[in-house]
């Protein structure tokens, strides 16, 4: 049987995240949207979002703001991701697989390139 | 879809759609009287009569981009492929709760799949939901309920990584150890 992670654990997070809050410097605001309506859910828009989340978790990134949309309006580019570097325009990719993911992570947010092969818009 | 735990990302995205405040997802298996049963409940803006009479209808959706939706329809077909039954409640201002019954052993019964996938899903993506989730085993029950983690937390995000990691082993030991007590 697994020991199960307690509130006391959570007291030990809360303050590394409050240490490494006041080390950082000030980066640029990042907000990731995906959309889990039916059809994004159906293509795949919860193990995609899931390879968002690992990706912060392992790369250990800050200030990233991830939310969901019901629904974006185009359906047959789901998953769609879309993603707002502080006040740059928004970008939304289309058919973002895990590893698509994985790549406009490292490109895109981390590097600041956007990953031109999968943009669907800029807005 | 592939696993039921999709089935219940997507209802519960319909209570967010319905701006519910509070939202809670059960699954309880029961294996000596062969059930699987799945719930989702909310306080959102419910819905009248005539339409919970057509919302299993596939024809029927609230979104206005396109006229079918699809979810409500797929998930009693799944039920009912497997024995079971399906059942909505809801009125105007009262929420609504989304039953659905399998026969557990049942061969077409889909896997339940990634839940706690579903459930971090929901969490991170909806952050002013209050979420409550009961994950239960022959009576053995695992609850979760992100408001003493939201507290705890006190303005540091839900996705900064150290809480991700802390959410992901925290509802993955508390499923594991529902189902170890019955094993």
Request: aromatic fraction near 6%.
């Amino acid at each position: 049987m697994s020991k199960v992670k307690s509130l006391e654990d959570l007291k030990r997070v809360r303050e590394e995240a409050l240490k490494k809050q006041a080390a950082k410097n000030t980066a640029s605001k990042i907000q990731i949207i995906i959309g889990m309506g039916t059809v994004g859910i159906v293509a795949g828009a919860r193990e995609t979002l899931k390879a968002i989340l690992d990706f912060i978790e392992q790369e250990k990134l800050q200030d990233i703001s991830v939310r969901q949309t019901s629904n974006i309006g185009m359906d047959s580019w789901e998953p769609i991701i879309q993603i707002v570097v502080g006040d740059k325009p928004k970008v939304s990719y289309g058919k973002v697989t895990t590893q698509i993911a994985q790549q406009i992570m490292q490109e895109h947010v981390v590097d600041g390139n956007i990953v031109k092969e999968y943009v669907i818009e800029i807005q | 879809m592939k696993e039921l735990a999709l089935h219940l990302l997507d209802i519960a995205e319909n209570s967010v759609a319905a701006n519910a405040k509070n939202i809670t997802i059960t699954v309880l298996f029961d294996t000596v009287q062969d059930i699987l049963q799945m719930k989702v409940e909310d306080d959102g803006k419910g819905m009248d009569a005539e339409r919970l009479n057509r919302i299993t209808d596939p024809f029927v959706t609230s979104r206005t981009t396109r006229k079918v939706g699809l979810g409500i329809p797929l998930f009693k077909a799944a039920a009912e492929a497997c024995n079971g039954s399906f059942d909505i409640q809801s009125a105007p201002g009262q929420g609504t709760i989304v039953t659905a019954i399998f026969q557990n052993s049942h061969i077409d019964r889909m896997p339940l799949g990634n839940l706690k996938s579903t459930l971090v899903s929901l969490l991170i993506g909806y952050p002013d939901v209050h979420w409550v989730m009961k994950y239960g085993f022959n009576g053995n029950i695992f609850e979760f309920d992100d408001e003493p983690i939201k507290k705890e937390l006190e303005g540091i995000s839900l996705t900064d990584p150290a809480v991700l990691g802390f959410l992901n082993e925290y509802i993955a030991s508390g499923i594991e150890n529902v189902q170890a007590t019955n094993t």
